[in-house]
């Protein structure tokens, strides 16, 4: 929005000129500079890590890491991906990020609906209740939590170590659990922009209260829930602190947490290390690369308060 | 709407006089299939929330006054001083937790010291950066998309994939920072990671690095919401782009300058996946959310403690908490 306004701003002070113009220009070039030299910045840790990645180890233990090029390599690759069993991990990725997503989102959505369109009468202390819920340190809850989990028994289907802790369920649980006031918060705010002439048409067609969530609020909240879909895969995909607390093995961890074990096991080789920590980004860089506005919209969702 | 419902309505003649009665009734009363859904919507959530969120959050409260390991049971029975701690398990502590941990561990004071370094510095370096990035994209210059997307890669990346990539930048021997200045020998290496007196800072410039991109997106989609006629106003009465920025855009965006704080601090809390991939979190990155982790799933668990120093991070949480749900339920309990 304001990219197509801003020019017609400076557009006439430009055009005043005189005096004005010259510290006005000085300003573009500086901030320009300051926008390359921490682009710069930034993308170097990456870029290095990227690099050492991608040269043998032979080539880096002779030249050293900070060196030119003498080959290029995706064996690296090869090797993090074969040596480390990461398909293993990224399948507990998946496991855990793709129910907690669509059960979040669905869960959500449902509270979401009823605080904004039905009178319950402590709907604003419930939304402070799930709001609130979403913003405390993980740490405050994680002692009992951690009880909790060793108390809980599963069926064994759920879960082989028969048990809440060590299982992915119970990943999946906590993840459901934290996020869900996050986005109650979300589209409570998104669904209260709904004109209530929308319900009130509904009603009289006689339409239940699941038939006016179900097929006429949740439809319209598609940009907000997509928006919200792309924030939590990456929030969830990357989650390390509930899966190094809750799970004790390594071998049911997801990929984010299994990355402090690849370290241990590839603690004499720097560019596997390296080529496994490009392989675990790469979910992250594909949702960075094609669904950006959507990852930035649902930050934004979150943080503009209608 | 009421004509409508009247026309649609098949006892219209002698229900006219009730219309605004049943309209009421409408909003109020549900049919028993609605009530069950609005049960269901509404109770499962609900439980899920309480149950995995609430009741721990109450239970490291209640658990922070006993002194238990985890094995045996709980009881009401206060502890008896000058025991072995075996006989001493599962009993009310009282705040010796909190004196114990005020006075006699070591961690302590040095974890709350370096979690207020943490938070000094997203105050006052991360979070103006992120804003300053934000601010230069927002007027517009050239390449502002192409900035914007290098500066928000970071935010990306999870924290553990960032410690991780950071350690080819601060290592000892190849690292990128040490050879470019020549300080990799094995006798004038800088241990950046390593050294108690730098690991801090080396891990805050991590932090700061993802930080103020995730800074920048929050408020850049607060700047895009400003209604660009203000600015205009500003400009038709000559304020520069500095006072512009103080003087009209800042108080307006208030509410996001709240969730950016909120943000800030409560980040700056939660502070755990870099110094723990880094190196578990001792030997100078001690902070509280490491000390409760190390206390209850290490090999000597020692629950009250741990939960009395979850406590501490519950209580200076609840500030931010608090300031934020205030600034933006106070309408809504008004209306």
């Known amino acids: ?265 590839f603690v004499s080789n720097q560019n596997l290390i390296a080529a496994a920590a490009m392989i675990a980004a790469v979910p992250t860089l594909v949702v960075y690369i094609l669904l950006q506005k959507q990852f930035i919209a649902g930050l934004s969702l979150g943080s503009s308060k209608g | 709407m009421s004509s409508a419902s009247q026309v649609h309505d098949p006892a219209a003649a002698e229900a006219r006089t009730e219309v605004p009665a049943r309209r009421r009734r409408r909003m109020r009363k549900m049919t028993p299939r609605d009530r069950i859904v609005v049960a269901v919507l509404l109770g499962i959530p609900l439980l899920l929330d309480l149950a995995f969120v609430w009741f721990p959050a109450i239970g490291t409260v209640l658990l922070s006054f006993t002194k238990w390991n985890g094995v045996g049971s709980l009881h009401t029975k206060s502890c008896v001083p000058n025991m072995p701690s075996i006989l001493n398990n599962g009993c009310v502590y009282g705040i010796q937790n909190y004196h114990q941990a005020a006075t006699i561990y070591p961690e302590f004071w040095p974890a709350v010291r370096h979690n207020l370094i943490w938070l000094a510095v997203f105050v006052v370096i991360a979070t103006p950066l992120g804003m300053l990035f934000a601010v230069l994209i ?102 520069n782009a500095w006072q512009t920025f103080w003087k009209i855009v800042f108080p307006v965006m208030r509410p996001i300058n709240i969730v950016i704080m909120v943000v800030t601090v409560i980040e700056s809390l939660r502070a755990f996946d870099l110094v723990y991939i880094t190196n578990k979190g001792i030997n100078g990155l001690e902070l509280l959310s490491v000390l409760v982790t190390t206390n209850i799933v290490g090999e000597t668990q020692r629950v009250g403690f741990g939960s009395a120093l979850g406590v501490v991070l519950l209580v200076i949480s609840l500030v931010p908490i608090s300031i934020f749900l205030y600034q933006t339920f106070r309408r809504e309990e008004q209306s």
Request: aromatic share 12%.
């Open chain 2, 138 to 239: 927002d007027r517009g210059i050239r390449g502002s998309r192409m900035y914007q997307s290098i500066l928000f890669l970071p935010v990306m990346l999870s924290l553990a994939l960032v410690g991780i990539i950071w350690e080819f930048v601060y290592s000892q021997n190849y690292g990128l920072i040490n050879t470019v200045i020549g300080r990799n020998g094995n006798d004038n290496a800088i241990d950046w990671l390593g050294n108690p007196h730098l690991n801090l800072w080396a891990v805050l410039l991590e932090a700061t690095w993802r930080q103020a991109g995730y800074v920048m997106v929050l408020y850049l989609a607060g700047l895009k919401a400003v209604d660009p006629s203000l600015r205009e106003a500003a400009l038709v009465d000559g304020a």
């Open chain 1, 1 to 265: 929005m304001s990219a197509d306004t801003l020019p017609r701003i400076e557009a006439p002070a430009r055009r005043t000129g005189g005096p004005g113009a010259k510290p006005k220009a000085w300003g573009q070039i500086a901030s320009q500079v300051f926008l390359i030299v921490a682009s710069v910045l930034w993308l170097l840790p990456i870029a290095f890590a990227l690099y050492v990645a991608i040269r043998p180890y032979s080539d880096t233990r002779k030249y050293g890491y900070v060196s030119m090029p003498h080959h290029i390599t995706f064996q690296n690759f090869r090797d993090a991906w074969t040596q480390s069993d990461m398909l293993h991990f990224f399948w507990n990725s998946v496991l855990i990020t793709v129910p907690a997503v669509i059960i979040v989102l669905c869960l959500a959505s449902g509270v979401a609906f009823v605080l904004t369109r039905v009178n319950v009468k402590v709907n604003v202390a419930l939304l402070i209740l799930f709001t609130a819920g979403n913003l405390l340190p993980q740490q405050v809850i994680i002692t009992p939590l951690y009880r909790i989990y060793l108390k809980i028994t599963l069926p064994h289907f759920l879960s082989s170590s028969g048990l809440m802790y060590n299982s992915i369920f119970g990943l999946v649980v906590i993840n459901v659990a934290f996020q869900l006031g996050f986005c109650v918060f979300v589209l409570s705010n998104y669904m209260k922009s709904i004109p209530g002439e929308m319900y009130e048409a509904a009603l009289v067609d006689g339409a239940s209260l699941w038939t006016r969530f179900w097929r006429l609020t949740v439809p319209l909240c598609r940009p907000a829930l997509a928006a919200l879909a792309t924030l939590l895969t990456t929030w969830i995909y990357n989650d390390f602190f509930w899966a190094i607390t809750l799970m004790s093995s390594g071998n049911k961890r997801p990929v984010t947490s299994a990355l402090a074990n690849l370290q241990g096991q």
